[in-house]
T-cell receptor
Framework: DTEVTQTPKHLVMGMTNKKSLKCEQH?????MYWYKQKAKKPPELMFV???????INESVPSRFSPECPNSSLLNLHLHALQPEDSALYLC?????????????FGPGTRLTVT | GQQLNQSPQSMFIQEGEDVSMNCTSS?????WLWYKQEPGEGPVLLIA?????ELTSNGRLTAQFGITRKDSFLNISASIPSDVGIYFC?????????????FGTGTRLQVTL
């Protein structure tokens, strides 16, 4: 089973709202990732969690706040977003942050900021 | 950030035709990955390549890890309508930073009946 699940599928929020995106995997993977993807572009890495600790933050604005409650779950807390933050947010996981293997992506959350 | 050069940018082909696309880099990669993404969905891992010169198949898909380690190729034989989507290559530089994939710019594939 190579499934990564994400909720919600779609999210519309105002610029003053606080919302959270959720991601879950049960493959025993120890690395989890958040990506942002704009239309017709490749995914852009935002954060990497390695063994439940934040290991990479690609200079993401503080209005995006990641959290890894346990080895299966990854959250992305959103606050005071801008319209340009509208995008597809993808979660991914891999067996290990240092092993050479593929990353498995979830279906994404389509976020619209109004 | 850095992106890999992927070509062609888009392809319009007829059902039954074979497809070839490639990805090139100025840097050496230790792993090459090929993904397919359909509208509104996340990328799906198709093939992973781990050694220079490696040729790996997954059904009608065949991918190769270039000898120079700076390029990779994906071929789709006898295309069908469900092959429609965007195909991305991705490279992993060295083991220590394996978590940071570098993605290609994507090849959009359209298949007509």
């Amino acid at each position: 089973d190579t499934e990564v699940t994400q909720t919600p599928k779609h999210l519309v929020m105002g610029m003053t709202n606080k919302k959270s995106l959720k991601c879950e995997q049960h493959m025993g993977h120890r690395a989890m990732y958040w990506y942002k993807q704009k239309a017709k572009k490749p995914p852009e890495l935002m954060f990497v969690y390695s063994y439940e600790k934040l290991s990479i933050n690609e200079s993401v604005p503080s209005r995006f706040s990641p959290e890894c409650p346990n080895s299966s779950l990854l959250n992305l807390h959103l606050h005071a977003l801008q319209p340009e933050d509208s995008a597809l947010y993808l979660c991914a996981s891999s067996q290990s942050p240092v092993r050479r293997d593929g990353q498995y992506f979830g279906p994404g959350t389509r976020l619209t900021v109004t | 950030g850095q992106q890999l050069n992927q070509s062609p940018q888009s392809m319009f082909i007829q059902e039954g035709e074979d497809v070839s696309m490639n990805c090139t880099s100025s840097s050496i990669f230790n792993t090459w990955l090929w993904y397919k993404q359909e509208p509104g969905e996340g990328p799906v891992l198709l093939i992973a390549l781990y050694k220079a010169g490696e040729l790996t198949s997954n059904g009608r898909l065949t991918a190769q890890f270039g000898i120079t380690r700076k390029d990779s190729f994906l071929n789709i034989s006898a295309s069908i309508p469900s092959d429609v989507g965007i195909y991305f290559c991705a490279g992993q530089p060295i083991v220590g930073t394996a978590s940071k994939l570098t993605f290609g710019t994507g090849t959009r594939l359209q298949v007509t009946l």
